[in-house]
């Protein structure tokens, strides 16, 4: 992982921790939550896996629709160390590019469907 990566990846949690619009997300958000942590998690898999540019389509999506609150950050923090602890420790496989590409646009719609109300 290359420092870049990494400043991008801090850069985003920092985003979205650092200006709250509210102090929590709308009750009844375990949908929301679930959509972003799943997301997440495949962006620590394609960090693990060195699939940057899918890397960067994550932090293009999240940045689009997920307002910056504090429970986003933190649940996409935990999403992605997730997915990476599981990628390095064996747990999951790292995936091809092709593979990868499809987790992820299937991660972004289930995010885009979980927040299309707002």
Known sequence: MTARTMAAGLALV????????????AHGD???????TAL???NGVALYCRHL????DVKAAVT???PPLPAYGAAFERGTDRGFLDAGGGRLSCPD???MAARV???VHRLQKAFADQ
């Open 97 to 99: 590019r092709a593979g």
């Open 40 to 42: 997440a998690r495949e």
């Open 105 to 107: 646009e299937a991660a």
């Open 30 to 36: 375990a949908q929301r939550l679930e959509a972003l």
């Open 14 to 25: 920092l985003a979205l921790a650092a200006a709250p619009v509210q102090a929590q997300p």
């Open 53 to 56: 540019d899918h890397v960067q």
């Open 64 to 66: 689009a629709v997920v």
